[in-house]
């Protein structure tokens, strides 16, 4: 394996998310009690790392609350030589999804006398498994629960085979009113909640045995709870801020973190504290519900979204507010902070059938993911001032990159001189963005058909048509210098797992034209979006001495 830094990997888990606001905007009106269950269920199961909660202190007793030591990061002799096994990880399809949720319900639960869970799997189980499940359930509430062990085994089992049937076919009518991009990130919701069971040490080691000895992997928090909240149960996003920088600590120099800003949160002085205390930048996610600016333009804000997903306590106007004064937090010449910015029309939606206004105020779209549209960052940067904003885009704005549509015998993209207010593309226009200001990059996090072989291949294409490109006059900047690599993981990947994907993108970039460009795609590009010696002066004083060791060097 060829060294790589990872722009964007994720190391946080289910405890960090708020299962039951997310769950009910992706699967809308399941009954109160299995909803109930199945947060209950993924909370119980999810395995926290006790010493993510010690202090980050300088290394001596702390190196014994850590699993690994040195560089190579094999397990210490503390009883045991490997990490506690995980949830399995795998390509699962949809039914081993739902049955592997389903089996860690509650007895309990699965019997209990409720009457909307009963119209529930009425309307949608299987008339097999319904049958089975209503008779059997019927004869234990007749007896009071008073039956032997193995009579509520089967009982249970029963009622969790009609569970299963009326969760897939529940699940099944709700992608049928999706587009295909959303179907299939609905799957992958669900598959995410499982593979989010395990801790985040358990995360990290997994990835680490993908990978191999990577140079850097940069980690990234989502602050999810405010936008999805809905009554599920609050969790300490300080908290969760403390575990990750600890977590970076326990690899010195193999992991750094970006704290996340959800501007509905609003708290800005927490993530100012953070990107001063060991934290290099900032992520932040506007499918849940935000552009990166203008929300309260005329034609194309969205006041009425912000205002229906914050209760009324924000509108556009009020959201730009807050995040003008994140932009300015991060631009300052003494901080000079990166920030991690999704960008695709998809992902995490906080509101996957929201109507919302397209960016050029004609017409609506379906989702907040295209909240995203790039063009925002445009009118950031030539109309507010920021020109200097050091932001990545993630996923580099989507699956265009695989077009293989020709005109001419050249395969057709963004032409130098277009007006970028014309560039509805997000993938032109993330290209536009790297090629006029010099701070913008973008990462492949997850583009993951790029696996498949014509898929790889027409990326391949792609890129190498885009050398041809780099002396025509788009801008100041070549697009070689500004693109890097990321995985996402571990978000669902259906084509294999991420050791393949960093070695498929070393393939991609293995042979000429673009073998010139490897180490700049996988290691020097990052180097420079990441400021690495804006961070050390900014967090020096707050990193181990082993960090700091590191990451001096590395900045070289």
Not at 441 to 470: Q, S, T, W
Request: with cysteine; net charge negative; hydrophobic share 40%.
């Amino acid at each position: 394996m060829r060294r790589i830094i990872d722009c964007h990997t994720h190391f946080f888990n289910a405890a960090h998310w708020p299962l039951r606001g997310i769950l009910r905007a992706n699967l809308g009106r399941l009954p109160a009690l299995l909803l109930e269950g199945l947060v209950q269920s993924i909370r119980y199961n999810t395995e926290e790392d006790p010493q993510l909660d010690v202090r980050v202190t300088e290394l001596g007793a702390d190196l014994l609350a850590s699993p690994f030591v040195n560089s190579g990061f094999e397990f210490a002799a503390r009883g045991s030589s490997a990490p506690p096994a995980g949830l399995p990880v795998g390509r699962l399809g949809q039914a081993e999804v739902v049955h592997d949720l389903v089996a860690h319900l509650s007895d309990d639960l699965v019997l209990a006398d409720d009457a909307e869970t009963e119209r529930f799997l009425h309307e949608y189980s299987d008339e097999d498994t319904i049958a089975l499940a209503t008779e059997s359930a019927a004869e234990f509430i007749a007896v009071g629960g008073s039956v032997p062990a193995a009579g509520l085994r089967d009982a249970a089992s029963f009622r969790r085979g009609a569970i299963e049937s009326a969760l897939r076919n529940y699940i099944n009518e709700v992608a049928s009113d999706l587009k295909d991009h959303q179907k299939s990130l609905l799957l992958h919701l669900l598959e995410f909640l499982r593979q989010a069971q395990r801790s985040e040490i358990q995360l990290v080691s997994e990835y680490m045995g993908m990978v191999r000895d990577p140079v850097l992997l940069v980690h990234h928090m989502m602050d999810l709870q405010v936008p999805y909240f809905e009554g599920s149960v609050p969790f300490d996003f300080k908290r969760q801020v403390r575990r990750l920088r600890k977590l970076s600590s326990l690899y010195p120099g193999k992991l750094v973190g970006f704290v996340a800003y959800d501007p509905y949160r609003g708290d800005l002085d927490e993530v100012t504290k953070a990107v001063t205390e060991g934290f290099c930048g900032v992520k932040i996610y506007p499918p849940t519900g935000y552009r990166i600016i203008g929300n309260g333009d005329s034609k194309r804000g969205v006041s009425d979204v912000i205002a229906d997903i914050s209760d009324g306590k924000l509108n556009g106007v009020k959201m730009d507010e807050r995040l003008l004064a994140f932009y300015r937090m991060c631009v300052h010449p003494d901080r000079d902070v990166p920030i991690m910015c999704h960008c695709n029309n998809s992902g995490f939606e906080r509101g996957p059938r929201m109507r919302i206004p397209n960016y050029d105020g004609e017409g609506h779209e379906d989702g907040t993911g295209n909240l995203c549209d790039p063009r925002s960052l445009f009118q950031l940067m030539e109309n507010r001032g920021f020109a200097n904003l050091r932001l990545c885009f993630a996923h580099a704005g989507g699956h265009t990159w695989f077009d293989e549509t020709r005109e001419n015998g050249r395969l057709t993209w963004v032409e130098p001189g277009v007006d970028w207010r014309n560039v509805k593309d997000f993938c032109h226009s993330v290209y536009l963005a790297c090629r006029r200001f010099p701070n913008v990059y973008c990462d492949f996090g997850h583009l993951v058909e790029a696996m498949d072989l014509p898929h790889g291949k027409a990326l391949r294409n792609r890129l190498i048509d885009l050398i041809d490109r780099e002396s025509q006059p788009y801008g100041d900047f070549k697009f070689f210098d500004k693109v890097v690599f990321g995985s996402d993981y571990y978000m669902p990947n259906e084509h294999g797992d991420y050791g393949e994907y960093a070695r498929q993108f070393a393939a991609i970039f293995g042979k000429a034209p673009l073998a010139e460009y490897a180490d700049a795609f996988f290691v020097e590009n990052a180097k420079r979006f990441l400021n690495l010696p804006g961070f050390l002066k900014r967090c020096g004083p707050s990193l181990t001495s082993r960090e700091r060791a590191a990451f001096t060097q590395l900045a070289v």
